[in-house]
């Protein structure tokens, strides 16, 4: 698996645009396992809707290029 040297959205383990793919890649865990702790997490907090968390990330997180990877 290729990891991210900084954090970027994902090109390769995208569901909606790559946020959580990119995470995953970045500290070197299973896309699988950031997305249903992102899902948890969402779903206990009362606080801040996960939905919003993530729109921010998509517009903040630049996307990865092959030159993100090393």
Do not use: C, D
Not at 26 to 55: D, E, K, Q, T
């Amino acid at each position: 698996m290729a990891t991210l040297a900084k954090l970027h959205r994902s090109q390769n383990n995208r569901m909606i645009a790559g946020v959580m793919g990119g995470i995953a890649e970045y500290v070197g865990w299973s896309p699988m396992w950031v997305r249903l702790l992102f899902v948890i997490i969402s779903s206990l907090s009362a606080a801040v809707p996960g939905i919003l968390i993530y729109i921010v990330l998509w517009i903040i997180m630049p996307n990865a290029s092959t030159q993100s990877y090393n």
